[in-house]
């Protein structure tokens, strides 16, 4: 009888240690994705959109660093979907990656695939959405990546989090709008509203409304006094980088891209498309007299017309007194306030502690210089083209216009069958030197070609991005697929390699997978090609990606069979 107890706390003991150890080493959270169609109403009209399981915006994919992530997506539309888990590094896992042509081949209607990674030395917010054409612009969501059991946030540990989902809205159908563009050569039209967690919000009209606005178009942030609140925010906008503000509250910035920064405050902060950001909001002591919003408005310096519309959200306590509330709009800085985003971008930087220490490559073995930027294409056939002076608008990385190819790159490389699929002669630099933020040269047309970087498995990378002035000076997300870059320097005008790398952070640079080269400037980046794969870097604007301003990097396996990238799951899908 006097044994039972401690059977009993030895077996709890044993049974502990197995949960403890399983928890460890990760669980496995298996998703299913379902695209298709839902019929919404925004802005006072109803519109058949694509979405993951009839929700707009897409699910929470949450899961802990360390875990499995196991999505089954099932393609019950027209079109073909692909999804890209965008940041998470896909360590060995290339095949799950998502972009259409670069690492499979799209899942057509009535078909499905299953997308199989573990989330490595990550925490934070990112997100997925789709990866084919313009179908991102409604299917997206956010992932929610929490520490390891038992670790903390090295920040004060919130009361509750709340992920706010930033996106664009376009009363037409965005398939036709882009191709469309394609054809006709000229820009795409602009959308017609921003959303947060898919609403307008009441800064726009309905015409079918009496009302100026429709309240049921508005998300509320239902918040307490005297609390402390973790924003997840994402900017999953099809073509618009985002100022981002709360009436009356300062954000504390503690987290970009799955990895911590040093905090800091700001009133406004910027985040481009691709990118995410965690914040703290301390919320006011008492319930105040006036209802704040949250806004989100474009920061754009191109030449052609953009959505210059707000969005906006309620931050609402509770029991506030109507009668006496005033809405306050946060002020926002001007549309193409560039000092503002390099005040801001250049704040941002990598925690650099003990714990989460900036990894960055000290040595470089491969330098690139790649200009970024707009260009143009002949009009074919001596037709009449709606692009710059008569032409097609075009985009390029070093003057090179990247095709997709009619297969996937991943499979063409991995089978070795990169016959007529792509060549590896991507240019190290741009083909002729000119003043990159003067005037432009007078042939500005680009090449069409499908062509690679190849490196070697851990080479030590350094890219300096370099804005044109070709069709305006303008900011380009650039986003690496399959990486974290360290932003080691950025400025305005043209890169002077001599003069400008003795300036750059190699100490605490700021970790992302998404960074905005600076409109009429550069920015140099250093990763570690430690990641076996075929590997896409494109503007994550997604117009000036459909016209070319992407490419590709192939990161050859390593020696060792833990650096090589095993091969397929047998239901990639096939082109
Ligand atoms: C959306 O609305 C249209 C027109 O009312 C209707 O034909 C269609 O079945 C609806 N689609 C869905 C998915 O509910
Ligand atoms: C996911 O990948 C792991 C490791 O390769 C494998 O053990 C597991 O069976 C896979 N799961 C599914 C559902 O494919
Ligand atoms: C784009 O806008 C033009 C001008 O308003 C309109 O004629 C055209 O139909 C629109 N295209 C699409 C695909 O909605
Ligand atoms: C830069 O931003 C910080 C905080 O966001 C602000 O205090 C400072 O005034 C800004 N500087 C300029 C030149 O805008
Ligand atoms: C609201 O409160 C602020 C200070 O908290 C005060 O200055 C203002 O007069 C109040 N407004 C109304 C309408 O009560
Ligand atoms: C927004 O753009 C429209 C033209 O599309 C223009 O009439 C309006 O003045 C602009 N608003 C702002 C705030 O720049
Ligand atoms: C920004 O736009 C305003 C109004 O269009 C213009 O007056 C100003 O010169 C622009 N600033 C820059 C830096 O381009
Ligand atoms: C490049 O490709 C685009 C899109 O396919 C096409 O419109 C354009 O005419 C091509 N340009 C050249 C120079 O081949
Ligand atoms: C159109 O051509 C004229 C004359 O060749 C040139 O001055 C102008 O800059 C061109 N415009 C654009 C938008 O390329
Ligand atoms: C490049 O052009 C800009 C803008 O016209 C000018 O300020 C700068 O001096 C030029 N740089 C060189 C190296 O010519
Ligand atoms: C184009 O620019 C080059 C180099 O700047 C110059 O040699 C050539 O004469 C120019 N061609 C025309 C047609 O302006
Ligand atoms: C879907 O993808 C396949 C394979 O690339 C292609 O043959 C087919 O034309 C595509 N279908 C549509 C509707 O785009
Ligand atoms: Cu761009």
Partial sequence: MEMRPNISTFLVVIFAIIILSKLAEGTTRHYKFDIKLKNVTRLCKTKSILTVNGKFPGPRLVAREGDRVVINVVNHVKNNVSIHWHGVRQ??????????????????????????????????????????????VTIYGAIVILPKPRVPYPFEKPYKEVTLLLGEWFNADTEAIISQALQTGGPPNISDAFTINGFPGLLYNCSSSTNTSNPSDTYKLKVEPGKTYLL???????????????????????????????????NTIVISPGQTTNLLLRTKSSTPN???????????????????????????????????????????????????????????????????????????????????GLGTSPCPNNGTCQGPNGTKFAASVNNVSFALPSTALLQAYFFRRSE??????????????????????????????????????????????????IQGIESHPLHLHGFNFFVVGQGSGNYDPMRDPPKFNLKDPVERNTFGVPSGGWVALRFLADNPGVWFMHCHIEVHMSWGLRMAWIVLDGELQNQKLPPPPLDLPKC
């Fill in 91 to 136: 360590l060995r896992s290339g095949w799950a990656d998502g972009p259409s042509y670069i690492t499979q081949c799209p899942i057509q209607t009535g078909e499905s695939y299953v997308y199989n990674f573990t989330i490595v030395g990550q925490r934070g917010t990112l997100l997925w959405h789709a990866h084919i054409s313009w179908l991102r």
């Fill in 232 to 266: 997840r925010v994402i900017n999953a906008a099809l073509n618009d980088e985002l100022f981002f503000s709360i009436a009356g509250h300062t954000l504390t910035i503690v987290e970009a891209d799955a990895n911590y920064v040093k905090p800091f405050d700001a």
């Fill in 290 to 372: 006036s209802t704040f919003l949250i806004a989100i408005r474009s920061y754009n310096t191109g030449l052609g017309a953009f959505d210059n519309t707000t969005a906006s959200a309620i931050l609402e306590y509770p029991n506030t007194n109507q009668a006496l509330t005033f809405l306050i709009i946060p002020p926002l800085p001007a549309l193409n306030n560039t000092l503002f985003v390099t005040n801001f971008t250049t704040q941002l930087r990598s925690l650099a502690s003990n714990q989460y220490p900036a990894n960055i490559p000290t040595t470089v073995d491969r330098r690139f210089f790649f200009t970024v």
């Fill in 420 to 469: 007529k699929v792509y060549t590896t002669d991507f240019p190290a630099n741009p083909p002729f030197v000119f003043n990159y933020t003067g005037a432009p040269p007078n042939n500005t047309f680009v090449v069409n070609a499908t062509k690679v970087e190849v490196l070697k498995f851990n080479t030590s990378v350094e890219v300096v991005l370099q804005d044109t002035s």
